[in-house]
């Protein structure tokens, strides 16, 4: 975890891999995350959950108030809803580094991870203080 300190505020943002053994296990890794993060203000969760965006542990988070910016696979980065009040905007979110997109770059399809990278793009809706 990382905090990150934005004058007026700060931001955390939780990386995480959590169990690829059952559903059960990464739901339960998933509760005490979520009860390690409680009242500590805006948080960012994303990693690999192992875990599809139907799941118990997508579906704790979701319930916890946080948005799937990117729903469809096991990899998520979790944001805090829009209707929070937090002042962030989800602005765009896109896959990235799969093994066409590294073609484009190096000029042939190349795998550098088991897993895609996730791009997200926010946009802070209030004005910092001066």
């Not at 319930?63 to 944001?79: K, M, Q, R």
């Not at 989800?90 to 991870?113: C, H, M, N, Y």
């Amino acid at each position: 975890m990382a905090t990150l300190d934005l004058g007026d505020e700060t931001l955390r943002v939780v990386g995480v891999h959590l169990s690829y053994h059952d559903s059960a296990t990464t739901d339960e890794q998933t509760q005490d995350l979520l009860s390690r993060l409680a009242g500590h203000g805006p948080v960012i969760v994303a990693g690999d959950f192992n875990a599809l965006s139907d799941s118990p542990a997508v579906r704790r988070c979701l319930s916890a108030g946080l948005v799937d910016s990117l729903p469809g696979d096991i990899d998520h980065c979790l944001l805090p809803a829009d209707d929070a009040g937090l002042g962030w905007k989800l602005e765009k979110a896109a896959w990235t580094f799969r093994p066409a997109d590294l073609e484009k770059l190096v000029g042939q399809a190349t795998e550098i991870s088991d897993h895609a990278g996730i791009l997200v793009d926010l946009r802070r809706q209030r004005a910092l203080p001066r």
